[in-house]
């Protein structure tokens, strides 16, 4: 097959998980032969090669580009958004690349920067299509659906403007695939979906190498990691508090590593805190995630936001690292008691979990093995079959 597959950004340029489950799906249908060819934006028009897949950048046509992710206004930001909902300026630039790729199937991903009204003109040329859901963007302008500190429950204003845009474009995809059935169900709940779909979720690869089983020290000090973006909506502040409300005797037990991109400013406070109350941590900053799976125990995910998916606990657990992670969004989904831990993200819940973690340490160990097995399930080759059946069916469909 000739297959498009079209998302924000593609590799060599990562945001999220997003850019990583795009990548490991194109690369493997290049490894079954097909032709695969993406579109993705970027600060300047090239075309590149990667690993067997064919690249083509564009460069993104609003009142600023995102792909250089400078801090903007918040009226320039509405504009922007209100502009991404239909925008027409991309169409013509769009539509001479589609026509010279000229695909068996298109595969539209994350599409913020590129508009959903890539939708119209995939089936203006009668070209088959699906849309694979990896974020909330088709329901709210900022893809997260989180403001003032909690997940929404319904859509703001300003969402919902932007949703209205883009609700007439909803008729257009063949299919819908979701990472999650939280995700899906959203979207349904909305109205999103008028045609079949189902849930796929992501790819995580099977370390390359096996990973040495690690000893906690006689002393049963466990080393908690947390790796993402320090940011509210992530739990880190969430997180942070709950280890000030540790019991001193716990407090004595852990070690707290933290990985990711945060505010100095916040990095800083946080950091002061847990001095205060003589927690042992360290900020690593943007690290590997297997040379961080090999420092700690245990990974702890504190989201308050619905996560779609959540990658790094698959790939934590494939690890052999067992994680302790909140029940919000398709997290819930991914939790298996022989290999993790599960709470609600109120105050009190995370800190009786790393109470009951840093009190059995031999159980960690035990969990930290079942997850290898457990993460398997989540193979490239599962995800490539049931993609590629997806693909086939609605190629089939008159």
Not at 116 to 136: A, E, F, G, Q, S
Not at 259 to 266: Q, V
């Amino acid at each position: 097959m000739r297959i498009l597959i079209i998302n924000t950004f593609y590799y060599p340029k990562f945001v999220g998980g997003a850019e990583i489950s795009v990548q490991y799906l194109a690369e493997a249908l290049v490894a079954e032969r097909h032709k695969v060819f993406v579109i993705c934006i970027g600060d300047h028009q090239r075309i590149y090669r990667h690993n067997g897949v064919l690249i083509i950048q564009f460069k993104q046509k609003n009142i600023y580009n995102t792909f250089t992710n400078k801090k903007r206004s918040a009226l320039a930001k509405i504009v922007w958004h209100v502009v991404d909902s239909f925008n027409l300026i991309h169409f013509y630039t769009l539509s001479k690349i589609i026509d010279r790729i000229n695909p068996d199937i298109t595969n539209t991903n994350n599409i913020q920067g590129i508009s959903p009204i890539i939708w119209k003109l995939i089936k203006n040329k009668r070209l088959k299509l699906v849309h694979t859901i990896r974020d909330y963007y088709l329901l709210c302008h900022k893809s997260i659906l989180f403001q003032n500190g909690h997940p929404c429950d319904k859509l703001c204003i300003d969402c919902k403007i932007t949703h209205s845009l883009k609700k007439t474009f909803f008729k257009y995809p063949d299919h819908f695939i979701a990472i999650s059935d939280f995700v899906l169900n959203k979207h349904k709940q909305y109205g999103v979906i008028k045609t079949e779909a189902n849930v796929i979720y992501n790819a995580v690869p099977t370390p390359t190498s096996q990973y040495p089983k690690r000893q906690i020290t006689t002393a049963g000090k466990v080393t908690l990691g947390y790796m993402g973006r320090l940011s509210f909506d992530k739990g880190f502040d969430f997180l942070v508090d709950e280890l000030i409300a540790l019991k001193s005797s716990v407090r004595q037990k852990i070690e707290v590593l933290f990985a990711g991109k945060g505010e100095d400013e916040k990095i800083q406070e946080s950091s002061a805190k847990l001095h205060s109350i003589n927690i042992k941590h360290s900020f690593l900053g943007v690290v590997k995630a297997n040379d961080f799976f090999s420092k700690i125990d245990v990974l702890i995910i504190p989201s308050l936001w619905f996560e779609p998916f959540g990658r790094v606990v698959i790939e934590a657990l494939a690890c052999g690292v067992p994680v302790c992670m909140s029940d919000r969004g398709g997290l819930m989904e991914l939790y298996n008691s022989n290999c993790s831990w599960l709470f609600a993200p109120t105050n009190g819940e995370l800190t009786n979990k790393i109470t009951e973690i840093s009190d059995a340490p031999v159980l960690v160990l035990q969990k930290g093995g079942m997850g290898p097995q457990y993460a398997a399930k989540f193979s490239i080759s599962k995800n490539l079959a049931e993609t590629s059946d997806v693909f086939y069916k609605v190629l089939l469909t008159d």
